[in-house]
């Protein structure tokens, strides 16, 4: 029972962390189309900034629940089993993890570089980039339902 506590709360955390993800960039194609308004930039560069130390506390506490699930056994050996047992779904699934949380803190600096009054790509590039961690998450979803290798 404690592994499916632990389970949904990594779920719970992953979806939150992921709405963070999905966000963010659609706070920059805003800025972006903003234009010259300085009031409408700077409500959404701190909307953005909020959201995106918020997201970070949400990584930290869905990375600590998987890694529970990932590693836990080896402390708790009765209760969390292994569920990665040498298989490498894990592998592949970290990698794509990784490579959102690298997008993730990317957009972060997108929108700080915005604030000290750098440019941003062009609304329409930011758009296409936005859609971007819908395809590396279905790649994770898959990793974590087919178990594949």
């Keep these: 029972?404690?592994?499916?506590?632990?389970?949904?709360?990594?779920?719970?955390?992953?979806?939150?962390?992921?709405?963070?993800?999905?966000?963010?960039?659609?706070?920059?194609?805003?800025?972006?189309?903003?234009?010259?308004?300085?009031?409408?930039?700077?409500?959404?560069?701190?909307?953005?900034?909020?959201?995106?130390?918020?997201?970070h506390n949400l990584f930290g506490i869905a990375f600590l629940f998987g890694l529970a699930l990932w590693q836990g056994w080896r402390v708790f050996p009765r209760i969390l089993p292994n569920v990665a047992a040498s298989m490498h779904w894990i592998d592949a699934k970290l990698g794509l993890v990784a490579l959102l949380l690298v997008y993730f803190i990317w957009t972060g600096r997108l929108l700080k570089r915005c604030e000290?009054?750098?440019?941003?790509?062009?609304?329409?590039t930011l758009r296409l980039l936005n859609e971007l961690p819908v395809l590396v998450l279905l790649g994770v979803l898959f990793l974590v339902i087919a178990k594949p290798f």
């Design 1 to 55: 029972m404690t592994y499916l506590w632990i389970k949904s709360l990594h779920v719970l955390f992953v979806i939150a962390w992921m709405s963070a993800v999905f966000y963010l960039p659609r706070i920059l194609v805003n800025i972006a189309e903003a234009g010259d308004d300085a009031t409408v930039k700077a409500r959404l560069c701190l909307m953005g900034r909020r959201l995106y130390g918020f997201g």
């Design 116 to 124: 000290q009054g750098g440019a941003l790509p062009s609304a329409r």
